[in-house]
């Protein structure tokens, strides 16, 4: 006889790639200087696509989660419960090797080259019941002067203020809710326009 239940934590992502050239002919088609790694999908196919499984969830990610469903941490505001604008994608080079994770991480292991995007306008997505139901899908568009370096981790993060992108996430007290070391290709370079786009799934 079963003496508990267990609770599974999913994640995975996908990197969609697109470089200047591709880039430049939807600013021309659109007049859009930034596009958004949507509309970019609905007009060309990325050159590239990565893809990954696993990750590990941080102790202070549970804590967050906890926090924000119970209320009782006061840090943490009624707005940032997992909304667009308080969930920053981070991604980094690992300080040049991909990081071995751990649940004690707070931060991206890379010292220098590493780079918070806020979510994507329409995201984060929750699952409907169904097939879907437990999951948590962001999407942050990496534009064409960001995070230009080799990705070899990524982690998403709750803030407890609105978030602007930048090299940095202490400022809106962010805690790291998942981390993950996985090389995701050839360095970004500029002029590119990277896309990363994560699931989490609890079930």
């Given at each position: 006889?079963?003496?508990?239940?267990?609770?599974?934590?999913?994640?995975?992502?996908?990197?969609?790639?697109?470089?200047?050239?591709?880039?430049?002919?939807?600013?021309?088609?659109?007049?859009?200087?930034?596009?958004?790694?949507?509309?970019?999908?609905?007009?060309?196919?990325?050159?590239?696509?990565?893809?990954?499984?696993?990750?590990?969830?941080?102790?202070?990610?549970?804590?967050?989660?906890?926090?924000?469903?119970?209320?009782?941490?006061?840090a943490?505001?009624?707005?940032?419960?997992?909304?667009?604008?308080?969930?920053?994608?981070?991604?980094?080079?690992?300080?040049g090797?991909?990081?071995?994770?751990?649940?004690?991480d707070?931060?991206?292991?890379?010292?220098?080259?590493?780079?918070?995007?806020?979510?994507?306008?329409?995201?984060?997505?929750?699952?409907?019941?169904?097939?879907?139901?437990?999951?948590?899908?962001?999407?942050?568009?990496?534009?064409?002067?960001?995070a230009?370096?080799?990705?070899?981790?990524?982690?998403?993060?709750?803030?407890?203020?609105?978030?602007?992108?930048?090299?940095?996430?202490?400022?809106?007290?962010?805690?790291?809710?998942?981390?993950?070391?996985?090389?995701?290709?050839?360095?970004?370079?500029?002029?590119?326009?990277?896309?990363?786009?994560?699931?989490?799934?609890?079930?």
């Open positions: 006889m079963a003496t508990g239940d267990g609770i599974g934590w999913k994640a995975s992502c996908r990197v969609l790639k697109w470089n200047a050239e591709q880039v430049a002919w939807v600013v021309n088609k659109t007049g859009i200087l930034e596009p958004s790694g949507q509309l970019l999908l609905s007009l060309v196919e990325p050159y590239e696509i990565a893809e990954s499984e696993g990750n590990v969830t941080t102790y202070g990610g549970l804590a967050y989660l906890w926090s924000l469903a119970t209320g009782l941490t006061t943490i505001s009624a707005a940032s419960q997992l909304a667009n604008g308080f969930l920053p994608v981070g991604v980094g080079d690992g300080s090797t991909v990081p071995t994770t751990s649940p004690i707070a931060d991206l292991t890379a010292a220098t080259n590493k780079y918070y995007q806020p979510v994507d306008a329409t995201y984060p997505q929750v699952g409907a019941a169904g097939a879907t139901a437990g999951s948590l899908t962001v999407q942050a568009t990496f534009g064409a002067t960001a230009n370096f080799t990705w070899n981790e990524w982690g998403l993060f709750g803030t407890t203020s609105a978030f602007s992108s930048g090299t940095t996430a202490t400022p809106q007290n962010a805690t790291m809710i998942n981390h993950r070391g996985v090389n995701l290709g050839p360095p970004k370079v500029s002029g590119n326009v990277w896309t990363l786009d994560a699931v989490i799934t609890l079930s």
